[in-house]
């Protein structure tokens, strides 16, 4: 099966501009993720969604990120506008609706703001 | 939120049985563990996962006490390919219905030497 794809692999903006990160999840995966790392920190959750609804987005740092999950398939996260301190690497992960089911990751976005 | 602590870093050599304890003091009834593995540019892969004694796969074995307040990754026989970093991860999806609780710590950096 093909696993969670993300795109783009790389981005970089100037401060102040919007960016929009986009993932492809596992077919049939109803839970969806996004997580990231921001230099020289550990990875932190950012939301998750049951197909299309968030069931939690206790994680998203503000409200320049907005995340969205069209028809239960792929993913966008939207940030807007752009921060210095929002360089890192954007992840995505997909799993099943099962108990404890694993979480499937993909390679991620990195992002740069200058 | 379950916390997690691993050594930083540790090496091995290549054809050695390699052991990476975490520990998780505060693990709850029903949380799970779970380790991933990650390398370089990619997104953290999933390896093996657990609620007590022992479970084993094709790569990797993962010993829980009875008092589950640690665990013990097993990866027999490492290569070089095996350099990369190993996340411990403590946490019960289902009862939460988020993955938020799912952090991933420092993760321990393994290099396989030659």
């Known amino acids: 099966e093909a696993g969670v794809t993300q795109f783009p692999s790389h981005s970089v903006i100037e401060k102040g501009q919007t960016v929009t990160l986009r993932c492809d999840p596992i077919s049939g995966h109803d839970n969806l993720y996004w997580y990231r790392r921001v230099m020289g920190k550990e990875i932190k959750f950012l939301l998750h969604f049951v197909k299309e609804s968030k069931q939690d987005e206790s994680g998203m740092p503000n409200n320049r990120f907005l995340a969205e999950r069209t028809g239960g398939t792929y993913s966008t996260l939207k940030v807007q506008p752009a921060e210095l301190e929002d360089s890192g690497v954007y992840f995505c992960?997909?799993?099943?609706?099962?108990?404890?089911?694993?979480?499937?990751f993909g390679n991620g976005t990195r992002l740069t703001v200058t | 939120l379950a916390k997690t602590t691993q050594p930083i870093s540790m090496d091995s050599y290549e054809g050695q049985e390699v052991n990476i304890t975490c520990s998780h003091n505060?693990?709850?009834?029903?949380?799970?563990i779970t380790w991933y593995q990650q390398f370089p540019s990619q997104g953290p892969r999933f390896i093996i996962q657990?609620?007590?004694t022992k479970v084993t796969n094709e790569v990797a074995s993962l010993f829980i006490p009875a008092d589950r307040k640690s665990s013990t990754l097993s990866l027999p026989r490492v290569s070089l390919s095996d350099t990369a970093v190993y996340y411990c991860?403590?946490?019960?999806?289902?009862?939460?219905?988020?993955?938020?609780?799912?952090?991933f710590g420092s993760g321990t950096q393994l290099t396989v030497l030659p």
């Open positions: 657990g609620y007590k």
């Open positions: 991860l403590v946490g019960d999806i289902k009862s939460s219905g988020s993955a938020r609780q799912l952090t």
């Open positions: 992960a997909s799993s099943h609706s099962g108990y404890n089911s694993p979480l499937h």
């Open positions: 505060n693990i709850a009834t029903n949380d799970y």
